[in-house]
């Protein structure tokens, strides 16, 4: 029989996991991504990424399957055992590994990194990585097939998938059109070398301009993560370092030692949710498909959980493009991911608002989750699983 055929539009995270796990079912997968990069030499590189990601213990077992978890595991990672989340001191609600019996809840890993472990894996599986910059013309479907048409050039396979990102450009040609608003608030991310041993807790508070977090890396390196509106940020951005790191020590708890910055950047924060995850040939993972709250840092999760949803449904089928397969991936994954972005939501709003009976409420919620083992546990298992089941 033969191989079905796979383009993967988009080798970030989401789309290079999508590739080296239909690659591994026996498809013949090709990537298109317009910034490719070297995954040696990224693996290699002692530059730190600014953009780091709380991959959970779902998302670790996906990298294990995929051969990238022992790359990372030899190169930059940060287990971390505690999570904490908190308004006010003493309201503490604190998630520990020891609680559910595990060695850890997550990991906190440069996304460069992540995307390089899987790239190391192309190799391999014989997945072949186009180089297009330009832009797409159009998309082409018959009832067997779909082409990606870009200038004079033809790339036809039995599925596409736009792993894209965001600004999908797949999805608009496609006509799927999105749901959705940017938030009032920022995020800036900073990233400090810190003068103290390896950190294993994580923790966020709550601020009525917008959290702020940490987020430890491998040592001696630390994300802080600070939202509040563009504007803010947009001042703080061109703080000088020194500067910049007074506000730190003014607006965060104290950190364990001394810092120092390395740098930083402001992103702004999209909720999007497609309105629809396939068009005939073509499905969309990842970002293309829903951008959340960074808050309790799920985005990429979520895409690794369609990864493993969609390979799922495809695994045993014969036509893989075959538009009844892909209206089931969006069945399976549609309410899960509502799900996390309403959660995140009501974090949002919830926490930004300074009503008395509000503040007063989330304040005993804080408190009764935290000394009420069910309930804990059921919000530990949802963060580190990404699931309910
Ligand atoms: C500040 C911040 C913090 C975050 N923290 C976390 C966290 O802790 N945990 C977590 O799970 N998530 C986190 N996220 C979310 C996470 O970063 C995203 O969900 C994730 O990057 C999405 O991955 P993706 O592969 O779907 O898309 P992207 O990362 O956007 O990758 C898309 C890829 O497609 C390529 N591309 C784009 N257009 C084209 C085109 N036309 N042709 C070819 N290639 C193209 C791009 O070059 C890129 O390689 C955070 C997000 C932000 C903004």
């Not at 055992?81 to 890993?109: K, P, Y």
């Not at 995307?115 to 009832?143: G, M, R, Y």
């Not at 990102?165 to 070398?193: E, F, P």
């Amino acid at each position: 029989m033969q191989k079905n055929k796979v383009i993967v539009v988009g080798g970030g995270m989401v789309g290079a996991a999508m590739a080296v796990k239909l690659a591994q079912q026996g498809c013949d997968v090709r990537v298109i991504e317009q910034r490719p990069i070297n995954a040696e030499q990224v693996l290699q590189s002692e530059t730190i990424d600014i953009r780091v990601s709380a991959i959970n213990r779902f998302s670790e077992k996906l990298l294990d399957e995929l051969g990238a978890m022992p790359l990372l595991r030899a190169s930059r990672l940060a287990p971390y055992q505690q999570l904490e989340a908190f308004e006010r001191a003493g309201d503490n609600l604190l998630f520990d590994c020891n609680d559910i019996n595990t060695s850890h809840l997550g990991h906190l890993i440069e996304n460069k990194l992540i995307q390089a472990s899987l790239w190391q894996q192309f190799k391999q599986h014989n997945i072949d990585v186009l180089t297009i910059k330009s832009p797409i013309c159009a998309i082409e479907q018959t009832a067997q097939d779909i082409s990606l048409i870009y200038g004079e050039e033809r790339y036809s396979a039995n599925l596409v998938i736009a792993a894209d990102g965001g600004q999908s450009q797949l999805r608009a040609k496609a006509n799927i059109g999105v749901t959705g608003w940017q938030y009032q608030q920022h995020c800036m991310g900073v990233l400090i070398k810190m003068d103290a041993p390896q950190q294993i807790k994580t923790w966020q508070q709550f601020k009525p301009s917008g959290p702020v977090a940490f987020l430890p890396m491998q040592a001696p390196y630390a994300n802080l993560i600070w939202y509040d509106d563009a504007a803010k940020l947009q001042n703080l951005n061109k703080l000088t370092k020194e500067q910049l790191k007074q506000q730190i020590i003014e607006n965060f708890k104290p950190l364990a030692g001394d810092f120092e910055i390395v740098n930083q950047a402001v992103f702004p924060l999209a909720r999007q949710h497609a309105n629809k995850y396939s068009a005939g040939r073509l499905v969309l993972v990842g970002d293309a498909a829903h951008t959340i709250n960074p808050l309790a840092g799920q985005g990429v999760n979520l895409g690794f959980q369609d990864v493993a949803a969609l390979s799922d449904i495809l695994a045993s089928v014969d036509d893989i493009g075959n538009e009844s397969h892909l209206k089931h991936y969006e069945q399976t994954r549609r309410k899960a991911n509502l799900l996390m972005m309403s959660m995140m939501d009501a974090c949002y709003f919830g926490f930004s608002n300074q009503l008395t009976p509000l503040q007063w409420a989330r304040n005993r919620f804080l408190k009764i989750a935290n000394s009420t083992g069910p309930i804990k546990n059921w919000v530990l298992k949802y963060a580190i699983s990404g699931t309910l089941d």
